[in-house]
């Protein structure tokens, strides 16, 4: 019975994660249908936590409530809501259910329940079905009694979440299961969880932290993410391009001048260390900042004051500081275009942030981010990637990192649309419209010239990486269960452990 297998992970000690993987995969085999999903509501967005039976890169997607209409009737109701097979509300699931390959699901049933943790909205159950009649008046039935279960659940994960945070000392033990906020981290990686982690220690320690990581990996992202969880997000995150600061504007920017200071300076105004008094200062490509103003910087990292241009008396101000950077500033300092003091007092605590090709299926969520985005901006019905694209967006190498990936998929939605596609219909991108290297058609001029292009990988890393993607593949499926995703892969559940040390992942 699904109550005795809920109550019974209820008393396990299992991590959050896998208890609502479970919870899905339980409904799923209950109600005998195509998919489950479990929504958590943020804002305006109903942002997946657990979903079975939906492709991999559902989990990725940000469901604008408003551009839903089968959500927002989910979610303005108490009790279950059922929409017929002819319903003509568009299902937010089409073409996105797991090996289905073939035309759009035109006819096929949904049901969905919102559900409420202390009395607040929290998200919804959502289930779909390919075979109409599915979800009868008993499954309506069914499905309202066991929201209690369900709530409960969501709950629990959510109280044990806050007992972890408490036991990190961290200020704020009430944030929700999944939390997005503006700028979120999407990834699911053991990479991208580590450094999640690692953040959400350092961040309460007042420490300079140093952003480091190749162009296009998100290094903005992390610094939002890192003043968020800090006890300064009340107070603003004020960004600084010091790419684009011209070294004669460089110090009137950053510390302010008064009036007069110079030509033109025909009235006083604030740096940008002023306007972030009280949060956070990040200071974007901080290898570009010009000699004559590293000193000054390094001036007011160590005593928290600044002087005005032109002004006599200096100010205090209390600001942290987060740099971010994709050289290597250790390089900088050799060379003797980056001050050896200056770079040891931001990198207190660096933080590297790992490029997209060691990010395994990853890429796979942030793809179905992106197509969610190009669905809303383009007035598609449904935008999704072929199996075929899937396995060339994981064996491509990502150069230009996750905002390559966002120009490619946005790329192809366009291209897919100039070639005759409906916004009516489901939008599958195949790899030609992708137009990556690994992704040309298999004819033998295209190899050659594909092999001209790319260059040549060890046989070893290809294998690793192959196996990586493997394993993360496997224990999505299993819920994060490695016997199950050992039998999956049928290997040894020790040997498996073993080959996952060895590639990093555990």
């Given amino acids: 019975m699904l109550k005795d297998v809920v109550l ?9 994660t896998v208890r609502l993987q479970r919870l899905v ?16 509501l943020d804002g305006d967005a109903l942002c997946p936590v657990a979903v079975d039976g939906l ?10 409530v408003a551009q839903h209409p089968r959500l927002e009737a ?7 809501v059922a929409f017929p097979p002819d319903s003509p509300l568009p299902d937010p699931y089409d073409g996105l259910l797991d090996n289905h390959i073939g035309d759009p699901l035109l006819v096929h049933d949904c049901m969905g329940i919102s559900l409420y943790v202390e009395g607040v909205l929290w998200g919804a ?5 390919l075979t109409p009649g599915t979800f009868d008046v008993q499954a309506q039935g069914d499905l309202q009694r066991f929201t209690l279960l369900a709530e409960a659940v969501v709950r629990m994960t959510r109280l044990e979440q806050d007992v972890r945070r ?5 200020s704020d033990a009430a944030k929700d299961i999944g939390d997005h906020q503006e700028g979120e981290v999407i990834g699911q990686s053991s990479l991208i969880r580590q450094l999640l982690d690692e953040l959400a220690v350092v961040a309460n ?4 932290v140093l952003i480091t990581g190749e162009t296009g990996v998100g290094k903005e992202l992390f610094v939002r993410h890192l003043h968020q969880q800090s006890r300064r997000r009340q107070y603003p995150l004020i960004q600084v391009n010091c790419a684009a600061l011209p070294e004669s504007l460089a110090e009137s920017e950053l510390f302010g001048h008064v009036k007069g200071a110079f030509s033109g300076a025909g009235s006083a105004r604030a740096g940008r260390f002023e306007a972030a008094d009280g949060g956070t200062l990040f200071l974007d490509e901080v290898g570009e900042l010009p000699q004559t103003i590293q000193a000054k910087l390094l001036r007011t990292l160590q005593n928290g004051e600044i002087q005005r241009l032109g002004e006599d008396e200096p100010r205090h101000v209390d600001v942290r500081v987060i740099a971010a950077t994709n050289r290597n500033l250790q390089d900088g300092v050799r060379n003797g275009h980056f001050r050896a003091d200056l770079y040891h007092r931001l990198s207190v605590y660096p933080v590297p942030v790992p490029p997209l090709r060691e990010r395994g299926n990853d890429v796979l969520l942030l793809a179905g981010h992106f197509l969610e985005l190009n669905r809303a901006r383009l007035g598609v019905r449904s935008l999704r990637l072929s199996p075929a694209a899937e396995e060339a967006l994981c064996v491509y190498d990502w150069p230009g990192n996750v905002r390559e990936l966002e120009h490619v998929i946005s790329r192809a939605a366009l291209k897919a649309l100039s070639q005759g596609a409906r916004r009516e219909d489901i939008v ?12 040309a058609s298999s004819n033998t001029d295209g190899m050659a010239a594909n092999e001209r292009e790319v260059p040549l990988e060890a046989l070893q890393a290809i294998v690793a990486r192959s196996q990586r993607q493997a394993i993360h593949h496997a224990l999505e499926r299993a819920g994060g269960n490695w016997s199950a995703a050992a039998r999956l892969l049928e290997v040894d559940a020790s040997n498996l452990h073993k080959l996952a040390r060895r590639l990093g992942i555990k």
């Fill in 125 to 129: 159950l959502t289930l779909d079905a």
């Fill in 8 to 16: 019974a992970d209820l008393n396990a000690e299992l991590p959050g």
């Fill in 205 to 208: 320690s007042e420490l300079p």
């Fill in 55 to 64: 492709m991999c890169e559902a989990r990725g997607r940000r469901f604008i």
């Fill in 25 to 40: 995969r339980s409904l799923r085999e209950y109600f005998h249908c195509g998919a489950v999903g479990l929504l958590r």
């Fill in 428 to 439: 599958t991108l195949v790899p030609e419209l992708l137009d990556l290297p690994l992704a």
């Fill in 74 to 80: 989910i979610l303005a109701r108490r009790e279950a």
């Fill in 166 to 170: 408490l036991r990190l000392s961290r």
